[in-house]
């Protein structure tokens, strides 16, 4: 199950007192997943944002759609990207100043996802600890946002990697003992590597930089 699936959240920014032609909705209810990851997080090794998508049975986003987020006095545009897509800032002092999210289209008329994206490690040689930098990470996340349910919180079973369409591309893994394993990529370009905390040390070999990573949830 790709981790995207198991994080995805569909806020009901609807359902919420009016203020003037805008309606708002408290920050920390919106910023609660980036607000969380941040405190599992600090390194920034993943980058969490939203996709502002079609409510169900429409073909587009209403026209005209705006966020804003009004803090200590003052109103913040949050630009919306061509696909959709929006950040919204992890600031835990926005959320004590009661910070509130301001968006101007009615009940119904969008939804929102929530994403995360790992930091892609730079060139073609590392230690497995620092490609698989973002797998400690999300479970540290995963776990600290289930509470008392963490002894049932999912954990990262692989590691997906991406490289560039074209050529087909091997990843080898040096361990400490000497021995290696190879990995070669699908006809997508992708190799699937299973998270192993032990080969922290393990020396990683790829045949080009990668293009993206995506750690997978069990």
Known sequence: MPYRALLALILAVTALPAFAEWREVPYADVAKMPLGLKKADPQGVFTAWYRIKPAKGQAALPPGLEFRIRVGGQTLPMPIGPDGRIVIPARPDWAEQGAVVLVNQPKGSFEMSFNLDARTPPGTRMTYAALAESAPVLERGIKDMAGLMSLFAPKVRA??????????????????????????????????????PDWAGAMVALSAPLKKIDPELK
């Open 159 to 196: 590691l997906l990697l991406e490289f560039e369409p074209g050529a087909a591309q091997t990843v080898e893994i040096t361990l400490a003992d000497g021995k290696r394993k190879l990995f070669r990529s699908d006809a997508k370009g992708r190799v699937r590597l299973p998270w192993e």
